[in-house]
């Protein structure tokens, strides 16, 4: 399985994002293939940043809720609400498996070699 974590921000944050930005970007890089994807959600403008979405390939909800703990935008503060999935992946680059695509190569938490 996959989490799928959406986070909205709290308004006004620009700075303290801007603050924290190379953190959050290495905490992103840090987690390798497991994150599938990410992104900021941005408002009706398609530019002002009101929160962040990532997909993450892991079958442990407690390392899903660890991500985004450690996320420094969230101890920033600037989160303001996050709302924490199981997605199942079924469907990647074009094709369909009925159990559940793992891009990352992670399978009931060991790493495929």
């Known amino acids: 399985m996959a989490y799928l974590i959406i986070a909205h921000d709290h308004q006004g944050m620009e700075e303290d994002r801007e603050r924290v930005r190379d953190g959050h970007r290495q905490h992103l890089a840090a987690q390798g293939k497991k994150l599938l994807a990410s992104g900021a959600l ?3 403008d398609g530019a002002t940043i009101v929160g962040g979405a990532s997909l ?6 407690e390392e ?3 991500f985004e703990a450690e996320d ?4 920033a503060g600037i989160r303001r609400d996050v709302k924490i999935v199981e997605w199942r992946l ?3 680059l074009g094709e369909f ?3 559940g695509h ?3 190569g992670e399978y009931d938490g060991q790493a495929d070699s």
């Open 97 to 99: 498996d009925a159990a």
């Open 90 to 92: 079924r469907w990647w």
């Open 42 to 44: 941005l408002a009706d």
């Open 72 to 75: 420094p935008y969230a101890k």
């Open 64 to 66: 899903a809720v660890r």
């Open 56 to 61: 993450l390939d892991t079958n442990s909800r």
């Open 102 to 104: 793992r891009p990352s």
